[in-house]
C-alpha cells in the first residue's frame, strides 16, 4: 500500500510538473467550457421554466466532468503514445493504475474551480436555490473517475489518430443526444432504450441528485450503474496494462 501511495503520488506531481505552465489556462477553458454551456442553452430556449432551468444548472458541470473522462484524458493517452511517454511509463515499477489515478486527479483538481463556478453562475442565470447534498463529492469524483476509466480504457485499445476521432464522436453525441440537459422523455424509444444501458444518464442523475434531491431514478440504481461502468473502465485499463508489461 505505502509503494502504491508512493507511486501515485510521483505520478501526480511529474504530471502537475509537466503541466504547471498550462494550468491557469486550462482551468479558465473549463471554466468557460461550464458557463458557455449555461449560456449557450439559454439561448435555444428563450422561455425557460423551474424544471428546465435545474436541468441545465446541474446538466453543464455534468458535461464538463464526462467530456473531461471522455475527450482530455484520451487525448492525453493519445499524445503520450506518439511521443513514447505511454511505454516509458508502463516500463516503471508502479501499479498498473497508479497512472490514471494520477491522470484523473490532475484533470478533475483543474476541473473544480470551473464545476463551482459554472453552478454559481447557473443559480444566478436561472434564479434556483440548490440543495447540495452529503453525497455531492462522491457523485463528482465517481462521475469524473468512470467518464475518465473508459475513456482511458479506449485509448489504450484503439490507435491514437481513431482513438480522437472516436472520442470526439462521441463528445458530440453526449452533448446532443443525452438526457443531461434535458428528461429522457423528450429522446426518441432507440436513444431512450440506449442511454438505460449506457451510464451517461445515471451519471447526470447522481449529480443532479446531489445538489437538487431530485432523482429521475432512485438514487441506488443511479449510483450502482455508474459504479458498475467505473468499474469495468478499470477493469479494462488494468487489464491492457498488464498486457503491455
Given at each position: 500500500m505505502r509503494r502504491s501511495w508512493a507511486s501515485y503520488r510521483l505520478l501526480?506531481?511529474?504530471q502537475y510538473q509537466r503541466n504547471r505552465a498550462f494550468l491557469p489556462m486550462i482551468v479558465l477553458i473549463q471554466t468557460l467550457l461550464g458557463v458557455g454551456i449555461v449560456y449557450g442553452f439559454a439561448l435555444l430556449l428563450p422561455n425557460i421554466?423551474?424544471?428546465?432551468?435545474?436541468?441545465?444548472?446541474?446538466?453543464?458541470?455534468?458535461?464538463?466532468?464526462?467530456?473531461?473522462g471522455l475527450t482530455v484524458v484520451?487525448?492525453?493517452v493519445s499524445q503520450a503514445?506518439?511521443?513514447?511517454?505511454?511505454?516509458?511509463?508502463?516500463?516503471?515499477?508502479?501499479p498498473r493504475l497508479a497512472p490514471l489515478a494520477a491522470d484523473v486527479t490532475f484533470w478533475l483538481v483543474a476541473q473544480l474551480p470551473g464545476t463551482v463556478a459554472t453552478l454559481l453562475?447557473?443559480?444566478?442565470?436561472?434564479?434556483?436555490?440548490?440543495?447540495?447534498?452529503?453525497?455531492?463529492?462522491?457523485?463528482?469524483v465517481l462521475v469524473a473517475l468512470t467518464g475518465a476509466s473508459v475513456g482511458y480504457a479506449l485509448a489504450s485499445l484503439v490507435k491514437p489518430q481513431l482513438a480522437q476521432q472516436i472520442t470526439n464522436f462521441l463528445s458530440i453525441g453526449v452533448l446532443l443526444f443525452s438526457p443531461i440537459n434535458f428528461?429522457?422523455?423528450?429522446?426518441?424509444?432507440?436513444?431512450?432504450?440506449v442511454h438505460r444501458v449506457l451510464p451517461v444518464q445515471y451519471m447526470a442523475d447522481v449529480v443532479r441528485g446531489s445538489?437538487?434531491?431530485d432523482y429521475t431514478v432512485s438514487a441506488s440504481l443511479a449510483f450502482a450503474v455508474v459504479a458498475a461502468w467505473c468499474a469495468a473502465g478499470l477493469a479494462l485499463s488494468y487489464r491492457v496494462a498488464v498486457r503491455r508489461r
Open positions: 501526480l506531481l511529474w421554466d423551474p424544471t428546465t432551468a435545474r436541468y441545465l444548472a446541474t446538466g453543464a458541470p455534468t458535461l464538463g466532468l464526462i467530456i473531461m484520451p487525448q492525453e503514445k506518439l511521443t513514447g511517454r505511454y511505454d516509458y511509463i508502463a516500463s516503471l515499477p508502479v453562475v447557473a443559480s444566478l442565470r436561472f434564479d434556483i436555490h440548490l440543495k447540495v447534498g452529503l453525497s455531492v463529492i462522491p457523485a463528482i428528461p429522457a422523455t423528450r429522446l426518441p424509444d432507440v436513444l431512450r432504450a445538489l437538487t434531491g
